[in-house]
């Protein structure tokens, strides 16, 4: 490939080569046991090790699918080097709401936490050499380019594992390395039709409706790429051989969807969109109460509907006469809902929410961000991250998960400015002169 001047538009063609851009609890029929609440973390002294400190993680991706497994390893101590393009980086850095930083949005802020941004131009021969040295001193590389363009540019899994057979590569696509389908863009959207979760969102007979306006495909597929690398780490301790990690973005939204499978192949049923309900269970839904506001109430077993049926003062809708029984509440499933409907609608949320927890029914807030900032759970948890952003002011991000007892994880820094560390890496870990680094940045290969 010619060395040279690149054009924006070039940079952005790396970007179309991207592949990427339950049912409730019925612990509450069980009398708790005491328990020890979990108390915050206690962050970890400076220079003390976290579960993945000595762990390097190279993110050439895009977007969020691949690239957020690297967001939660950084989280718990691994260094992550964000490799992009000179000109353009991530397309990730131009989507979601503006900010001051011309080259960071929201969304960037929250989702490239933790890294150190490496610009190299992989579409030039010494840029993949360049890669390769860096891979040869990583221990994980997360990609989600459209299946085959890794090997296109001579990065293929040969020639990564030649240059380092302890790596472990993580591949998330669209539709996964194989099939007929492997060359098809992948996007969260497409994912949830394609795996079924769409199909099942919306009401009876009408539109499907997209589960939610967040890309959660992107999200769970990072969260079995992240599993993924885990155990692949785990068996390069045991061998010393790395391998592939192979993720299909629909795949992650076709293994949380629980009977489905089983229930067409033994019986030939289609579960059909059911609005806010549920075929397992009734009442099981959201319900909108007097002052416009909204509940969840989940009621899987007799025992929590006889406790809303006392919350409700209607104590005899759950004798063995009439809804008692969860068949017999299946079978009056529109009467059951009217019935509850009514009662929520002549209250206030707080007034709903305080009968309800008296008496232990299953029942929650349909919150919106407004109410989740305020709500004093996601305060005590510390859901809700207040960052520091130069220029900025206090940027407020989730909060890291899990959490560990002894390793907390923890956020260093929001998304990186385009090449933070490019000189940082070339200079001492690449050992590169200072001579060289300057060549390579009037090339832009850098």
Known sequence: MAK????????????????????????????????????????????????????????VGNFLAGPYAASILGEFGAEVLKVEHPIAGDPMRRFGTPTKRHDATLA???????RKSVTIDLRQKEGVQLFLKLVAKSDVLIENFRPGTMEEWGLGWPELSAAN???????????????????????AHIAHAFGGLSYLAGFPGETPVLPGTAPLADYMASLYGAIGIMLALRHREQTGCGQVVDIGIYEAVFRQLDEIAAAYGLFGKIREREGSGSFVAVPHGHFRTSDDKW?????????????????????ELASTG?????????????????????????????????????KEVPVGKVNSIADIFEDEQFQARGNLARIEEDGLGEVVVPGVVPRLSETPGRITNLGPSLGDATYEIMRELLDISADEIKRLRSHKII
Request: charged fraction near 25%; aromatic fraction near 4%.
């Open 322 to 358: 009439l809804y008692g029984e969860q068949s017999k509440r299946l079978a009056a499933r529109d009467v059951v809902n009217e019935i509850v409907i009514d009662w929520v609608g002549s209250l206030t949320r707080d007034e709903v929410l305080g009968r309800c927890l008296e």
């Open 165 to 187: 057979p302890r790596l472990v590569m993580l591949r998330v696509s669209g539709y996964g390395q194989t099939g007929p389908y492997r060359r098809r863009s992948g996007f």
């Open 4 to 59: 040279g001047s690149r054009s924006a538009a070039a940079a952005e063609q790396q970007v179309e080569d991207s592949g990427v851009v339950t049912h409730a609890s019925t612990s509450a029929d069980v009398q708790p046991e005491a328990q020890v609440p979990l108390q915050d973390p206690v962050p970890l002294p400076e220079g003390e090790k976290q579960a993945l400190s000595g762990v390097r993680v190279i993110d």
């Open 108 to 114: 960037w802020l929250s989702e490239a936490r933790n």
């Open 295 to 315: 509940v969840a109430i989940a009621c899987t077993t007799d025992k929590m509907f006889e406790r809303l049926a006392e919350a409700m003062e209607q104590p």
